[in-house]
């Protein structure tokens, strides 16, 4: 369980103030809690039935309950909430009486310090028992999902243990000539086959994992009719309710790809196509059999997350083809000097990931310093000019201390962004020490610093509407006759002093609080929007929202109530999603554009052509507005090469039905670029600054 979730604690206690005491303590030391103090086994009984909790400090004094109560009451539920005893006395019998009646462990009331590691330890045991809980759950899923998926295939398949089969599906009936599975339990398998095919099939079955029995095979059986079934068999180990058996996949005479064939389709599935490396797929997957073959021991493997550094910057300056030619020089850098056995990878738009295998540390960081060094030097000739990157490298281990997938990526790339902690420019090497981390964030959060502090400032300015918003308009090119402005939130610090979003909502978005700053934003903005048209604006307001919203299924219905609520028409208000979020939400992007149709709202994508393909993402997008990346109009009052390409853009987007916005209008001499690439609406500072008041003259465009 992460420090940054909000801990749901329960304190029965005596004493308030002692109670406030360990809330404090618990804070001090980085622990996000939402408390509540409870005096009586009555009261705690009260508070079970009002919430779910997640820890309970018990102090044993001479109160109106007793820890066996309470324990006794949390066992009777069938709740599992850890209960820290706190006893006044060292005596080793209360000690033990207490881990006896169930306590998750017993301290002194004095010992801060242990208390706090045992509050630590409960939290990790927590975390843990939650995710074996989701696992449990996900495996349970999978494998409804498995076995539908067995049951309406298409192939024939079968599960057969000792030669008898003891699962079939309807194909694999119907090849057969059967009616129902129990006809077929009393056949053996072989009885089903001719001589040739029994004796390859026995074969196979001795050792189903060596390379020999891989591939598919010719069979010849006889259905319950006599017939001949004329089919191509593959043979896999398999666990079939809980039974270890064999999985047999038949399919008739049109047969499965050559094995040729079939390698060719996994080597294009694993490609990335532009540097010929390999993708994020194949990546994740061989970082998975890597950490399940280190859990073994031995000789640890080195992951590499190389972020070339501002490469958005190259692409706009030399252009999006010109951009990919440099791509694929680095492909060929890290080649050149990656050894035989590594795995490289394309793993983003302007990301290269790596695993090396049989290094320790230092020779981890070396080899991190080859790669840097390799791009470093690499320059890239593109139209008569020269290119030239750098990358941000960030590595660790991957050895047996049992970090999954996710946990790896999340630590060299934390690792690499240290890089530029250090160096705004990049280039260098980081490796990935847990120890320094955690120092890092205990330092942080004594300085008043660091995330926590953050999350606690923003959960305080949302209890206090500490909260403030400004309106940037955006101005039609086309004599659209409506106004429009977007909405943005600044969060006020303790003087009243604004702090910019992008300090403080990806945070809230990943620790799963941007939805309420999302609803707080909707719910002021109609407001004003509600009173600024009753004064005769025809005005719409575009709100960004964070991917905790898109994902919400609660939040279109309260959507719709809040719109009716303001007696807004439902297009007066224009919902924006960021196109990186859209990408890492597709599916619930997709049915939360089409949702908004259905309340007839309309819908934005920004950030526009950050990706590789941003026309893929957006066939899946029910948007009618396009804002297009800031990348795109830099220079391009003295670069006729980023006019094309703008161009062509906004003309792709015309010809889908899409309004464009282009964005970052910072001067005069960029308009009439923008009016000849049909630009629908522009938005920048030189038409007017974010501001308090939505009080822009429309009518000066006209």
């Given at each position: 369980m992460r420090d940054k979730d909000n801990i749901r604690l329960i304190i029965a206690d005596a004493s308030a103030n002692r109670a406030q005491e360990l809330e404090s303590l618990l804070r001090n030391a980085g622990h996000s809690t939402r408390s509540e103090h409870v005096g009586s086994c009555e009261a705690f009984a009260a508070a079970l039935e009002r919430g779910t909790w997640d820890l309970c400090i018990c102090r044993n004094t001479e109160a109106d309950y007793a820890p066996k109560d309470i324990l006794d009451l949390i066992r009777k539920l069938d709740l599992e909430i850890p209960v820290i005893l706190l006893e006044e006395t060292s005596d080793p019998e209360c000690l033990t009486t207490g881990l006896a009646m169930g306590a998750a462990d017993?301290?002194?009331?004095?010992e801060d310090q242990r208390l706090l590691l045992v509050f630590a330890r409960e939290l990790k045991n927590l975390g843990e028992r939650k995710e074996r809980q989701r696992a449990d759950q996900t495996l349970a899923e999978s494998e409804r999902r498995c076995q539908l998926l067995l049951d309406t295939s298409s192939a024939a398949?079968?599960?057969?243990?000792?030669?008898?089969?003891?699962?079939?599906?309807?194909a694999y009936l119907?090849?057969?000539?059967?009616?129902?599975?129990?006809?077929?339990?009393?056949?053996?398998?072989?009885?089903?086959?001719d001589e040739a095919s029994q004796q390859e099939l026995k074969s196979r079955m001795k050792s189903p994992e060596s390379p020999e029995s891989q591939g598919s095979f010719a069979i010849k059986g006889e259905s319950s009719d006599g017939s001949i079934v004329d089919a191509h068999a593959m043979l896999f180990g398999a666990v079939y309710d809980g039974e270890a058996c064999m999985q047999i996949l038949i399919r008739e005479e049109a047969g499965e790809p050559s094995g040729e064939l079939q390698a060719k389709i996994d080597e294009i599935a694993s490609q990335d196509l532009l540097t010929g490396l390999n993708n994020r797929a194949h990546f994740l997957r061989t970082l998975e059999s890597t950490i399940e073959k280190n859990k073994t021991g031995g000789t640890p493997s080195a992951a590499y997350y190389l972020n070339l550094d501002k490469f958005a910057d190259l692409k706009s300056d030399f252009g999006i083809n010109n951009a990919d030619i440099v791509l694929t020089?680095?492909?060929?850098?890290?080649?050149?000097v990656a050894p035989q056995s590594a795995v490289l990878?394309?793993?983003?738009?302007?990301v290269f990931t790596a695993i090396v295998h049989d290094v320790n540390a230092e020779k981890a960081i070396a080899m991190g310093e080859e790669f840097r060094h390799a791009i470093d030097e690499n320059l890239s000739d593109v139209g008569g000019r020269t290119a030239q990157v750098t990358a941000s490298v960030g590595v660790a281990l991957v050895d047996d201390s049992g970090s999954s997938p996710q946990d790896t990526l999340q630590q060299i790339h934390h690792a690499s962004n240290a890089v530029r902690v250090t160096n705004k420019d990049g280039n260098g090497v980081h490796f990935y020490d847990a120890k320094e981390v955690e120092e890092k964030r205990r330092a942080d959060t004594i300085a008043g610093g660091g995330d926590d502090a953050l999350i606690a400032r923003i959960d305080h300015a949302l209890r206090e509407n500490a909260f403030q918003l400004v309106f940037q308009p955006f101005i039609s090119l086309r004599g659209d006759p409506e106004e429009h402005y977007e909405v943005f939130v600044r969060m006020l610090d303790e003087?009243?002093?604004?702090?910019?979003?992008?300090?403080?909502?990806?945070?809230?978005?990943?620790?799963?609080?941007?939805?309420?700053?999302?609803?707080?934003?909707?719910?002021?903005?109609?407001?004003?929007?509600s009173v600024h048209r009753s004064k005769g604006h025809d005005t719409r307001l575009m709100i960004n929202l964070t991917p905790n919203s898109v994902s919400d299924t609660s939040f279109l219905p309260w959507l719709s109530v809040a719109i009716k609520a303001a007696r807004l028409p439902s297009d007066a208000v224009i919902f924006q999603l960021y196109e990186d979020d859209a990408i890492t939400y597709l599916k619930q992007a997709r049915d939360f554009t089409n949702g908004l149709k259905e309340l007839h709202c309309r819908a934005s994508v920004s950030h526009f052509g950050r990706s590789d393909n941003p026309f893929g993402t957006l066939k899946h997008l029910n948007v009618d507005f396009v804002k297009i990346d800031g990348a795109y109009v830099q220079n391009i009052d003295r670069k006729e090469d980023k006019r094309k390409a703008l161009g062509e853009l906004i003309g792709s987007l015309q010809a889908q039905g899409k309004l464009s916005i282009v964005p970052m209008v910072e001067t005069a001499a960029v308009l009439a670029s923008l009016w000849q690439a049909g630009a629908n609406y522009i938005q920048g500072n030189y038409l007017q600054e974010p501001t308090s008041e939505m009080d822009y003259d429309f009518t000066t465009e006209d």
């Open positions: 017993v301290i002194l009331d004095d398949i079968a599960y057969v243990h000792e030669g008898m089969h003891i699962y079939a599906n309807h119907k090849l057969f000539g059967y009616e129902d599975i129990d006809d077929l339990m009393a056949v053996p398998l072989l009885d089903m086959l020089d680095v492909a060929t850098a890290l080649r050149s990878c394309r793993f983003s738009d302007d003087d009243d002093n604004p702090i910019a979003p992008g300090e403080f909502m990806p945070l809230a978005a990943n620790t799963g609080v941007g939805g309420k700053i999302d609803r707080w934003v909707i719910l002021q903005s109609i407001k004003i929007l």
